[in-house]
């Protein structure tokens, strides 16, 4: 069942790493604008690093090509994942799954949203582990 619960994870995870890069852009755009107001009438420094600008400018555009990257794997894993949910058999199991792995939500959250105590989720959860069939990779 472990198994199961890592292979369900990931989209989380690439989710996470999705958010990560984006505070790093986010920084580096921060950074560019500090480089481009430091405007002054004093001489600048002889060795000072005149690519500065395009070096942020070109760790920006890597960030996001490397986000852009992500957001396609974690599509295309939400799909594959919404699959591997939807052959549960059990309506109330799919929910409890759809909530923590396509929406990320805490177990008290779902705990509140199905009027179940977080004990119970535990054991919904379990048999719904049971029931899901991750798919085979083929080599």
């Known amino acids: 069942m472990k198994e ?7 989209a989380y995870r690439i989710d996470q790493r999705i958010n990560c890069k984006m505070e790093q852009v986010s920084s580096l755009h ?11 009438d004093m001489p600048g420094s002889p ?7 395009e070096d942020i400018i ?3 555009v890597d960030l996001e090509n490397e986000i852009n990257d992500d957001i396609d794997k974690l599509v295309d894993l939400k799909a594959e994942i919404t699959t591997v ?20 939500r805490t177990w008290e959250q779902i705990a ?19 029931k899901v069939r991750i798919p085979q990779v083929v080599t």
């Open 112 to 130: 509140v949203d199905m009027g179940y105590n977080v004990r119970h989720l535990y054991r919904m959860h379990d048999k719904a582990l049971k």
């Open 30 to 40: 921060s950074l560019a604008t500090k480089a481009t107001s430091t405007i002054t």
């Open 47 to 53: 060795t000072r690093n005149i690519h500065k600008m």
């Open 4 to 10: 199961k619960r890592i292979y369900l994870e990931q």
């Open 58 to 60: 070109a760790k920006i």
């Open 85 to 104: 949910i939807k052959e549960v058999d059990d309506p109330e199991l799919q929910s409890l799954l759809e909530q923590r792995y396509l929406n990320f």
